[in-house]
């Protein structure tokens, strides 16, 4: 399976993202070829497990034979009924051992199946394009990743047990027929009913399983929209909506999931019915031939016994038709995922960045007549040049939506420019491996999302085993040392879901740390610095200046004191780099300039004036 997207000339004019994915594409393929796939690479133990089964079957259908041998000979005529007992005995114990052995290998081998499946979805999901995650519900690749999975596991831990339930079938078969044709022919009568049954019932059923997994993926998506976003919730006052919303949910897949029950309901009882129709014509049939001296007694219930045998295997097969047509739904949705092909995607042959110490300083951001949207048909921005060279640092400031985090976006490859070029040393950044290209450059987002983690771990997330003293030191350098002496653990103390357990400027301080642990050679601080209060904002711009020497640096921001920090201001408008300078030239020159920084967001304990005044005007 590929999951790369080809590759092209990346200095050409690629087009939109999307039509590149539409064009890459392939043909979808069928979500049993993907099990099928996974399968075989189990092949041995499965065969494993299946062998086990046959011995199983061997076993099991002995003891009946066996049981006729006791009656006809130890009952009615030689009494060696403990010799028979024992022996049936040692072949139950047989049986049970192999029982044992085959639920134990099946079972082992479908949690493998599920374990690589989920994480072959896992590692395409990650390598998936921002566009694709900007518009995929959390909750339905959780539900993918967890429900639908467990439904194909559920289906292969059948798969052995029914091959040797199989086995039986047709030896059990094989045994009545040399015993008694004419007896066997009325007990396997209902066989065909069952075959025609399940050709219906798989019919039937597809479309129902199909309805199931996706309203309980809609459900999962509903409670993680309603965990996640709890403050929100709580703060309107709207747990009656998100209660509503789960409600509807849950009440579809009762409705969806009856309707699925209601054709099950006539399915599996006719697997149970059947063989039992043929039990009573063998006793009835078998009955009368005993009776008239042509049949043993110990035959009648040698078949007897068979006959029941063939009920759990018959029964057997219809659960693995039922879970097959759940595992084919979840499937196709697992390979729905998966068929998805990467927009963005290393080239096959990536060049290297150069090393730092190794001829020119490194660090060096260029974008040259860079055109972008995010639909092709608006762009955001048009014609936008800029140089950052290394070891200097930018600030990009605009009013709200006029795409300065774009720019990081197209920096880190996150999206591919419709035209022009980004380049990092000199290198497009599509040439560029993206591991590589995403090391290079540490950004500190505006939104902080920190993991249920450490302190330390969190801080050292992007090098996890980095020593003490770098962790503390790049605490220090951001700000976050003091604080987190004083938690309860310090840097052992674990931050909670999302980090929600400090505050905002505490995670974006923290998230400062880790980009520096990171030791990129391009920093970019994307509104970093928006939750801090401005006291501690002082702190950080101190310290951040220590970071940025030797380090190309680009500040995404709105308050003046933030932009301070940069060598040099890049005004965004419309688009397009409207003037480059210094805070105090753009000041003086550009009345736009001054009106972002006056509209921007006022710190605490400040009014519009205050903006006013720290932009310079008035």
Known sequence: MSTAAPQVDPDAPSGSAA????????????????LWATLSRQRVA???????????????VTIPQLTK????????????????????????????????????????????????????LHAHVQRLHARFHDLAQTGQLMSRASSDLNQVQQFVVMIPITLSNIAQILAVAVVLFLSDPVLAAVALLPLPFINVASRRFTRRIHSAVMQVQAEQAQL??????????????????????????????AEDIRTVSLRAARIRSGFLPAID???????????????????????????????NVYLTMLVWPLRNIGMLVALGQRAAAALERVREVLDTVPAIASPAVPRALPRPGVGAPVGRVELARVRFGYDPTRPV???????????????????TASGKSTIVRLLLRFYDVDSGHVRLDGIDVRHLDLAELRRAVGVVFEETLLFHDTVRANVAFAVPDAPDDVVERAARLAGAHDF??????????????????????????????????????????????SAVDPTKELEIREAMRTVMTGRTTIVIAHRPATVALADRIALLDGGVIADVGTHDELVSRSERYREVLAASAVPDGSDASDATDAAGVG
Do not use: C, N
């Not at 299946?50 to 076993?59: D, E, F, I, K």
């Open 46 to 60: 499965l065969g494993a497990a299946v062998g086990v089964g046959l011995v199983w079957t061997a076993a099991k």
């Open 69 to 120: 041998a006791a009656i006809d000979r130890a009952i009615a005529r030689d009494g060696s009924l403990a010799t028979w007992t024992a022996i049936i005995a040692s072949a139950g114990v047989v049986t049970g051992l192999f029982t044992a052995t085959r639920r134990y290998l099946a079972f082992r081998e479908s949690r493998l199946t599920e374990t690589l499946m989920r994480e072959e």
């Open 484 to 529: 987190i002496v004083g938690l309860p653990q310090g840097y052992d103390t674990v931050v909670g879901e999302r980090g929600y357990s400090l505050s905002g400027g505490q995670r974006q301080r923290i998230a400062i740390a880790r980009a520096i642990v990171a030791d990129p050679r391009v920093l970019v601080l994307d509104d970093a610095t």
């Open 273 to 303: 019915l059947l063989p039992s129709a043929g039990l009573v014509a063998v006793l009835g049939l078998g009955g009368h031939r005993v009776l008239a001296g042509r049949l043993s007694v110990g035959d009648l219930v040698a078949f």
């Open 19 to 34: 039509a590149a994915e539409e064009r890459a594409a392939p043909e979808r393929t069928s979500g049993w070829s993907l």
């Open 220 to 249: 999962a998506a509903v409670v993680e929209e309603s965990v996640s976003g709890i403050r929100v919730i709580k703060g309107f006052g709207a747990e009656r909506v998100q209660y509503d919303k789960l409600a509807r949910e």
């Open 381 to 399: 921005l048009r014609d936008v040049s800029l140089v950052v060279e290394p070891g200097t640092s930018l600030a990009i400031v605009g009013a």
